[in-house]
């Protein structure tokens, strides 16, 4: 360390310190901020006081306040839940038209529908509820079993092919070529008959031999039109709307060997009045008959 002197130019003594020659100067800190370096460590020891702050083994201080923004949250959420008490328990007596018809309950369960929708549905049907191969799009006007909402509501309480639920919905396609019901030949021209009806390309010869293969096959469900029924949740095939895919490889591909999807039974995991929620907000997507 080099020898405290007064600097030459300034005039202000240096500390002593000095690196590669050049020296540090000792000036003073200035006033107003030692004063609220001061005030700073007064108010630190005021707060360590007053609120919960040091952390000991199991728990924290309690401070004299025991205040604690934990606990501030618990309150506000106990008078969240007190506030909706009474409008669940209107929905959990009310049917859901007559939770529709009522313009507090359905602006309530479709803002909790919204949120149980994020929450256990975004996963398969998509944030927008657009669907994905697979997964129907619950925006479009194509229902397996019904859009109104008593039919969206026992879909969602009691699922689609699951097999813990005895009053879950329940269809199956045969599997026309691989149980050997029909030969490649016939699935392939009942794929060109599919095809007509749902106004795409298709091969007019191959057709003619579909047609009846389709009415003595496939119209029991799906109506000699192909337009469906919601009863036996056979699709629509005369529309653009597919399931899965709307080309001919696909159409032989479910013919030869259908896919099942499946969809769990809501009603046991969220119990009836979030059932309740999640159909009125799907209906009100735009797709509800």
């Not at 506000?76 to 529709?100: M, P, T, Y």
């Not at 927008?128 to 479009?140: R, S």
């Not at 109104?148 to 026309?176: C, K, V, W």
């Amino acid at each position: 360390m080099a020898e405290k002197k007064i600097d030459e130019i300034s005039g202000v003594e240096t500390t002593g310190h000095e690196w590669d020659g050049i020296t540090e100067l000792n000036n003073p800190l200035p006033r107003w901020w030692l004063y609220t370096m001061y005030l700073c460590i007064l108010f630190s020891i005021g707060y360590v006081i007053y609120y919960p702050a040091i952390p000991l083994l199991t728990e924290a201080t309690k401070g004299i306040s025991g205040i604690t923004t934990r606990g501030e949250l618990m309150k506000e959420l106990a008078a969240a839940k007190a506030s909706r008490a009474g409008l669940i328990a209107k929905i959990e007596e009310a049917s859901v038209e007559e939770i529709v018809g009522d313009t507090e309950l359905k602006r309530f369960a479709l803002s909790a529908g919204s949120s149980l929708f994020k929450v256990n549905c975004v996963q398969c049907h998509g944030s927008g509820a657009q669907g994905a191969p697979g997964f129907p799009n619950l925006n479009d006007d194509d229902w397996l079993w019904g859009g109104d909402l008593d039919a969206i509501y026992q879909t969602i309480a009691h699922g689609a092919r699951y097999e813990q639920d005895d009053d879950t919905r329940t269809s199956e396609m045969p599997a026309f070529g691989k149980d050997e019901l029909l030969d490649r030949n016939q699935i392939a021209s009942i794929a060109e008959h599919v095809l007509k009806i749902s106004d795409f390309e298709y091969d007019a010869e191959k057709e003619k031999e579909g047609a009846p293969l389709f009415a003595e096959n496939c119209s029991a469900c799906h109506g000699v039109d192909g337009k469906g029924n919601s009863e036996f949740g056979a699709p629509n095939l005369a529309d653009a709307l597919w399931l899965y895919a709307g080309n001919r490889q696909a159409i032989i591909a479910q013919v030869n060997a259908p896919k099942h999807g499946e969809m769990p039974a809501w009603n046991s995991r969220l119990g009836d009045v979030a059932v309740k929620q999640l159909a009125i907000y799907v209906h009100n997507l735009g797709g509800g008959q």
